[in-house]
């Protein structure tokens, strides 16, 4: 069938099919399901609209932009952000394969402003009682939520450990194994002993497990009578349980014991990058964003801060060199080098945009790399 004479419909499937080559599963289905939404509002508001070619800015996207505004319920302005990135990727591969459409369908200004939340962790109080509670149930699902608190891991990545996720790294050390998860990257995460006694529990409860269970999942470490969303659905039911017998006073949820973790973590003295590395996140502002820093950690800070004052160096400053030398030798020209520099390393560390940030770093190595060739010009 000739590409023209194809429907709205049907391109947009058979585009989706070709993104399930590379996608996972369920992130096709987030394309799918935006597609249907799209097609949806074009068939009941502009029903003679049959060709992609046809597709214009105004009306029909603007249209689609403000009935995503009046959902009932109101839809977050997260989902709106993700349904205009989805379709806008599908209307530019389309467009990159030849089909006529006009150019910036979707802009930057059509996107909603980000949600701003406060991190969720529990607080100290809710934390002990419900660690309580979940070791005096001790069983293999109450367990699985300690492994997650105890190393911050998702719930998702909890389900796909691998039964062998615990690794020793020293004689005394060990390491928990995340496998490739949510944004498609492996990570170790180390563990104290309490966590390793977890994950021995766990495996010792895991054997008692119906041998059909464990036929299915025979290379994870939790079993599973079904698929993924089965077992999910368990651990939020064991925890919400938990929470009421432990007599928590705010709401408990799988994810909440992940901030609770990165909480936790900051205020043992774990740098962000580190904590970054740990929770698995790709940019430190998610990891800051999991982070509860309350008044009594900024005075605590603030007073450490102030005690180590006597340990303070002042910091070397780098004279800069006259604008117009009087003669050019190897010298002069080595300190202007080195100035340069030191201006430049001033200068990136001001700097907000990664792209930008990626620059001056390579401007850097460059007059660092300048700098060593000139020692090959030295008289000898």
Known sequence: MKRSRLSLDEILEAHIQVLATTFRPHTVANYRGCARKFLAYLHAAFPRLQKLSELRRDPHLLGWFRSLCQQHPPLRNYTRAQLLIQLRRMLRDLADNGHPLPPDLIRGEDFPPHDHYLPRPLSPEDDQQLQRQLRQTDTLHSNAL?????????????????LDCLQQVKEHEAALHVPLGKL????????????????ARIVELRALAPAAWLAKSSAFLLPRRG??????????????????RAGCTSRVS????RHTYATEMVRLGVSLPALMQMLGHK??????????????????????????TVSLHSIPQL??????????????IRDAIASTRYLLQL??????????RHKARRLTRR??????????LTPK
């Open 367 to 376: 007059l660092l790399n300048i700098s060593r060739d000139l020692n090959h």
């Open 184 to 199: 498609h990257s492996e990570r170790w995460v180390p563990v104290d002993e309490e966590t390793q006694r977890i994950v």
């Open 283 to 308: 940019d430190v502002n998610m990891t800051l964003r999991y982070v509860e820093v309350l008044q009594l950690d900024l005075q605590r800070e603030f007073h450490r801060a102030r005690q180590n």
């Open 254 to 257: 799988l994810h909440r014991l």
């Open 146 to 162: 300690r492994l997650i608190r105890a190393t911050g891991i998702r719930a998702q990545e909890c389900i796909d450990l691998p």
């Open 347 to 356: 200068f990136h560390a001001q700097l907000q945009d990664p792209d930008a």
């Open 319 to 332: 004279p800069l060199p006259p604008t117009a030398p009087v003669h050019a030798d190897l010298s002069t």
């Open 227 to 244: 698929g993924r969303h089965p077992l999910y659905d368990t651990l939020s039911r064991v925890l919400a349980h938990a929470a009421q």
